[in-house]
């Protein structure tokens, strides 16, 4: 049903709960994968600059948060792992690449990360519910 499973992982509650759904549909397809997509924030503010204890390269960042995903046992199944830069918003960003992905299931959190750009805005995954073409699993 759901080979290509894409999870779209910002670090949140929500999202590490998304990948745990995932794991659950991976479990029903002998070869399914599981992309982890990360849309990477152009610039950081200086509140985040500020909040961080030391200093950590962008990719070392990525790669720490790629590793408490893949800690969620996916049984068989594989992982892969994207990363984009952030073009217009996030939101735009990973509707953009599940078009291109050939995703079957798109699985998102229903908050991220931002939850001042949620109130003010929506929710990312409201926005990309209404423009993916493949089935989306929103997961509180």
């Known amino acids: 049903?759901?080979?290509h499973i894409l999870v779209a992982a910002d670090g949140s509650d929500?999202?590490?709960r998304a990948c745990e759904k995932a794991a659950e549909l991976a479990s029903l397809e002998e070869d399914a994968v599981?992309?982890?997509?990360?849309v990477e924030l152009r610039s950081r503010s200086v509140q985040d600059e500020l909040e961080d204890e030391k200093p950590h390269s962008p990719a070392e960042e990525q790669q720490q948060l790629f590793e408490q995903y893949k800690a969620v046992?996916?049984?068989?199944?594989?992982?892969?792992?994207?990363?984009i830069?952030?073009?217009?918003?996030v939101a735009s960003s990973i509707i953009d690449y599940t078009k291109?992905?050939?995703a079957d299931v798109l699985v998102?959190?229903?908050?991220?990360?931002?939850?001042?750009?949620?109130?003010?805005?929506g929710s990312?995954?409201?926005?990309v519910m209404k423009y993916v073409e493949v089935p989306v699993l929103i997961v509180k």
């Open 34 to 38: 599981i992309e982890l997509l990360h």
């Open 108 to 121: 998102i959190g229903s908050r991220g990360r931002s939850s001042l750009q949620t109130m003010v805005l």
């Open 100 to 102: 291109e992905s050939g």
């Open 124 to 127: 990312v995954s409201h926005k």
């Open 85 to 89: 830069m952030e073009r217009e918003n």
């Open 1 to 3: 049903m759901f080979t």
């Open 14 to 16: 929500h999202s590490f």
């Open 73 to 83: 046992d996916i049984g068989a199944a594989q992982w892969k792992e994207t990363v």
